[in-house]
């Protein structure tokens, strides 16, 4: 037996998993093992998305990329998987603003189909992807963003719930409601996202009217994520309470995994007479962050995990895990169907 949902039959993929962009970690590795084990990997354009969001919004000259890198590591995925990849485009407010037209140029040129969106604005980017016949995945955490993409024409929605690593939305609404909400409500097929890790959360979204999950922290946690194994075993000794929120008075709150530095930072803002972000910023610098995937000291900078760490327990490869996660739906599903009987008598 194997699943069959809208994501699946568009994507062309064998599992309705999806892995979330993720800066500093989606490289073609991770993405590539992700196709490879029959779900959607997804390589991260290289936008300087966290340290612009935490460095005063302020591009800095150290995280400037370029479309050509995009286009190596497209190519680079590309040679390491024969199955269907895509393309993360986050945008961010920035007072110097990538070349997006650029990225998406490169995006084109090399093939890629499948987007997924994420940020502010993204009105540009998806018509532009959308005019040549990409398969547009956007992903917001509220119901009125998503009826937004909808108007931009998207083909699903990705919806984050509160639970997620990262930007997590200033409305903190967790994904019990928010997928039923979806459901209700939308009227383009949607994904969910944040706080999923197993096959019974994945055939829990599938009962809430999802086509599909997406994970960011648990394909962190497996052998071909392209960062330190301290992190990953952080995260398996990570509990669902060691995250720590930080940015909401500017808007822009983060959901950090809680370490010395988020702490430090949270306290900060609470407290902060000026309210200026500059008191913040170095606790939150997103190149130390950077440091910590490659270092492996956890406690060196901040950087983003989900509530979900409480549910991730070992540090499998992308094959073991994805398949591991369809077995259980569907055991999970079909042990859902005993329950149910035809009469009481
Ligand atoms: C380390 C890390 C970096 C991330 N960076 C981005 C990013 O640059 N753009 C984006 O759209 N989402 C980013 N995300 C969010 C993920 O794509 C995904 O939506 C989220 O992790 C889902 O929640 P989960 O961690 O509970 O699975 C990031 C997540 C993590 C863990």
């Known amino acids: 037996m194997s699943f069959d949902t809208v994501l ?18 989606g490289y073609a590795e991770l993405a590539s093992a992700v196709s490879n084990a029959g779900g959607l990997g997804l390589v991260l354009t290289s936008l300087p998305r966290v340290e612009r969001m935490l460095m005063s919004n302020q591009l ?31 945008i961010m407010p920035a007072i110097n603003a990538p070349d997006y037209k650029s990225y ?13 969106t994420a940020g502010d604005n993204p009105g540009a980017v998806i018509q532009s992807l959308k005019a040549a016949g990409c398969i547009i995945i956007h992903k917001c955490t509220t119901i009125r963003h998503a009826n937004s993409a909808i108007k931009l024409g998207v083909d699903f929605l990705s919806i ?13 609404i967790t994904n019990f409601i928010l997928l039923s909400k979806a459901r209700q409500s939308l009227e383009v097929p949607f994904i969910a996202s944040g706080g999923f890790a197993d096959g019974q959360g994945l055939a829990a979204a599938l009962s809430l009217g999802a086509e599909g999950i997406n994970m960011g922290t648990r394909f962190m946690c497996t052998i071909e994520a392209p960062i330190h194994l301290n992190v990953k075993q952080a995260i398996v000794d990570g509990n669902e309470t060691d995250t720590t929120l930080v940015l909401r ?7 950090l995994y809680g370490n010395g530095v988020a702490k430090k930072a949270a306290v900060i803002e609470k407290n902060s007479a000026s309210g200026l972000f500059d008191e913040v910023a170095p606790y939150v610098n997103g190149q130390r962050g950077r440091e910590v995937f490659q270092n492996g000291d956890i406690n060196h900078g901040v ?38 009987t035809a009469s009481k008598l």
Request: charged share 25%; proline share 3%.
């Open 303 to 340: 950087w983003t995990a989900g509530q979900v760490m409480g549910l991730i327990h070992d540090i499998p490869s992308c094959e073991v895990l994805c398949k591991r996660i369809e077995r259980e739906a569907l055991e999970t599903l079909s042990r859902l169907r005993n329950l149910v």
């Open 104 to 116: 998406v140029s490169v995006i084109l040129d090399e093939g890629i189909r499948i987007i997924e």
């Open 160 to 172: 984050d719930g509160f639970e997620c690593a990262g930007h997590v939305g200033e409305s903190d």
């Open 60 to 90: 800095t000259a150290l995280t400037q990329s370029s479309p050509e890198a995009l286009r190596q590591e497209i190519r680079r995925c590309r040679s390491m998987t024969a199955a269907p990849f895509g393309v993360n485009v986050t």
């Open 249 to 255: 008075r500017w808007k822009n709150t983060m959901r």
């Open 8 to 25: 699946t039959r568009r994507l062309g993929i064998k599992i309705p998993i999806v892995q979330g962009g993720m800066q500093w970690v």
